[in-house]
């Protein structure tokens, strides 16, 4: 009986997502038995290093077939080793790769599959889960009865541990794989950033900034924060920001430990993707703007004066 934990990369390089994966997985196998085993796909610089984060084994699967991403391929191939190496309780982490192929490893290693899970299992009678429902507005405790069963935990919702080990790495060669359904000609990516799923703070404006043209504020802040950026869905929509940083309901789903809101009203639909953070400190000059109802603390303000404020504290704290 294994732990089997899907290791997503990105750049040669481990997420931060797939370290919280691993410690989650770890903390699994104490409660349960067993061995935990990694599973990487599309080359990583130092496999080994996830033993530092309780993985006992690191399987590689290297091929022209796992250079892009393809649910298809890359859930065939993570459940031929789950299977291969006796694998019960499978750990993905729910980012957008994850989530296209959970479902899929579930159905093809019979298992159940609990979603947004936010908390190691209970064990001490049956096998427990907690889920976010509602948009992260309540709480699902699941029992999972089926002999295989597939997890995908939310991005920071867990604490990474460190062990200091390093792990066996071997390599394992699938069979049979599927053609993929989805060609991909090219890929952009952004450079230089925190990807929005993996910052820990986020700091995030909306029309309350006027104009593109400031904001150079917004990205003041986040620079002296170590931050990453974010905006609201009309902002987008105006194209002062990229799409790939609209944050919620119908753009990316966050939960950072600290969530900065300036100049944004607080609709449900932006909610939706951003009340799972930790804590969410709100800058709005309208005192009655919903979003300081969801607020942890709120300043009631002019963001045009609040801000410069803001950064002169960031920075002074940074160098002290």
């Known amino acids: 009986m294994s732990v089997i934990i899907f290791a997503e990369t990105r750049d040669q390089q481990y997420k931060k997502s797939t370290l919280e994966a691993v410690s989650y997985g770890k903390e699994v196998a104490q409660k349960t ?65 994850g989530k296209s192929i959970s479902g899929r490893v579930a159905v093809l290693l019979q298992g159940a599959l609990a979603t947004n899970v936010v908390d190691y299992p209970d064990t001490t009678s049956g096998f427990r889960v907690k889920r976010g429902v509602f948009s992260g507005k309540a709480f699902a405790y699941v029992d999972m009865q089926s002999d295989v069963k597939v997890i995908a935990i939310t991005p920071n919702s867990v604490e990474i541990k460190t062990h200091g080990t390093s792990a066996s790495v071997s390599a394992h060669q699938p069979t049979g794989l599927p053609t993929s359904a989805t060609k991909i000609e090219s890929t952009q990516t952004v450079s230089g950033k925190i990807p929005l799923t993996e910052a820990e703070i986020v700091v995030s404006a909306g029309r309350g900034m006027k104009g593109p043209e400031n904001w150079n504020m917004v990205e003041d802040l986040a620079t002296a924060l170590g931050a990453a950026t974010a905006c609201s869905k009309p902002v987008s929509d105006m194209h002062w920001r990229p799409h790939s940083e609209h944050v919620g309901q119908t753009g990316i789903t966050i939960k950072p430990n600290l969530y900065i809101a300036i100049g944004i009203s607080g ?3 932006h909610l939706a993707g951003v009340s799972s953070s930790k804590v969410i400190v709100v800058v709005n000059k309208d005192a009655e703007a919903p979003f300081f109802k969801a607020a942890d603390y709120g300043i009631v303000g002019d963001a045009f004066e609040v801000l410069p404020k803001l ?10």
């Open 267 to 269: 609709a449900i639909q």
């Open 311 to 320: 950064i002169q504290a960031a920075k002074a704290s940074a160098t002290s």
């Open 33 to 97: 038995g067993g061995k935990v085993i990694a599973v990487s796909m599309g080359g990583a610089s130092d496999a080994a290093s996830l033993g530092n984060y309780g993985a006992d084994e690191v399987i590689t699967l290297h091929g022209a077939e796992f250079a892009t991403f393809s649910p298809e391929v890359y859930a065939s191939a993570f459940a031929e080793v789950c299977k291969t190496h006796g694998g019960k309780t499978i750990i993905i982490s729910n980012t957008y790769s």
